[in-house]
């Protein structure tokens, strides 16, 4: 079975990541939690606001910044033996 990496399943991390963190780390109101949890991921990855914008929607294609936010949730597609794609992901041999 091959795991999925895809922009859709990114999106279903990154939302529920920040759920978790914003119910933990941040004792503030419940919209400023989600804010700070989204930038705080945000700067892990090294991603832009419009690049963090489409992978929160599940529309960012493109691969680095993708790989960036998924090592940022701390799981690595290259382990794997997914290699991200435009848009998708191939397994490689």
Do not use: C, Y
């Not at 895809?6 to 804010?35: C, D, G, T, Y």
């Amino acid at each position: 079975m091959t795991p999925d990496f895809s922009p859709a399943m990114l999106k279903f991390f990154l939302r529920a990541r920040v759920m978790h963190e914003a119910n933990i780390a941040f004792p503030a109101a419940r919209a400023s939690q989600e804010r700070g949890a989204k930038v705080a991921i945000r700067k892990r990855a090294g991603v832009t606001n419009t690049e963090f914008e489409l992978a929160w929607m599940g529309r960012l294609m493109a691969p680095v910044p993708r790989a960036k936010l998924w090592a940022a949730l701390g799981i690595n597609p290259g382990a794997f033996g997914v290699i991200l794609m435009h848009g998708g992901q191939e397994t490689s041999p």
